[in-house]
């Protein structure tokens, strides 16, 4: 069975860092890129960002470029989201999930994590 | 950047019903168009990919259709686990998966 579950939310100051993580099981984490999905509280999902599933690609949409990374480590089927600089429009459930195999020609997202709350307040 | 929008934003409907939710992209997009949808409190769940592809495990009262711009999700007979919110999301531009506004449906 595919399990994504998050880890490392929590409440940060403006300006703050914090570091999500996404613990993989039950599939070949070393196959599949992976994105992060974020939800501001009574919005809509927004994509933040990808990895390949080497980890040589990575992409980030422009409200978060510069300020967050995505990594992963393929050895503990884990994936991270270091995020820094955090604003209050940062607040949100983050989620973790995997992309389509690679076979597919249209990219979707498949499987997803429960979430994790990040709240950026003073 | 592709924006997508969802037509209607919400709607009330009862158990039985039949639902149509469109969504429109604002270049074409062949058919690289998903369907996800959200229950209260939970994670989204994959509904339909490529425009008209059921997932696995996804009851066949759902379906899609469209290419292009222009999509539908139908929902042929409405069961009471289907209140929730409808989300499209298109994956062809690069890596700018944009998701659409959501539409949610409530009881009626």
């Known amino acids: 069975e595919v399990q994504l579950l998050e880890s490392g939310g929590g409440l940060v100051q403006p300006g703050g860092s914090l570091r999500l993580s996404c613990a993989a099981s039950?599939?070949?984490?070393?196959?599949?890129?992976m994105s992060w999905v974020r939800q501001a509280p009574g919005k809509g999902l927004e994509w933040v960002s990808f990895?390949?599933?080497?980890?040589?690609?990575?992409y980030y949409a422009d409200s978060v470029e510069g300020r967050f990374t995505i990594s992963r480590d393929n050895s503990n089927s884990t994936l991270y989201l270091q995020m820094s600089s955090l604003r209050d429009e940062d607040t949100a459930v983050y989620y973790c999930?995997?992309?389509?195999?690679?076979?597919?020609?249209?990219?979707?997202?498949?499987?997803w994590g429960q979430g994790a709350l990040v709240t950026v307040s003073p | 950047d592709i924006q997508m929008t969802q037509s209607p934003s919400s709607l009330s409907a009862s158990v039985g019903d039949r639902v149509i939710i469109t969504c429109r992209a604002s270049q074409t997009i062949s058919t690289y168009l998903n369907w996800y949808q959200q229950r209260l409190g939970k994670a989204p769940k994959l509904l339909i990919y490529a425009a008209s592809h059921l997932q696995t495990g996804i009851p066949s009262r759902f379906s899609g259709s469209g290419s292009g711009t222009d999509f539908t999700l139908t929902i042929s007979s409405l069961q009471p686990e289907d209140f929730a919110t409808y989300y499209c999301?298109?994956?062809?531009?690069?890596?700018?998966?944009?998701f659409g506004p959501g539409t949610t449906i409530d009881v009626k």
């Open positions: 990895i390949s599933s080497n980890g040589g690609r990575t």
């Open positions: 999930a995997r992309e389509s195999p690679p076979v597919r020609v249209v990219a979707y997202f498949d499987f």
């Open positions: 039950g599939f070949s984490f070393t196959t599949y890129g």
């Open positions: 999301q298109q994956t062809y531009s690069n890596r700018l998966f944009t």
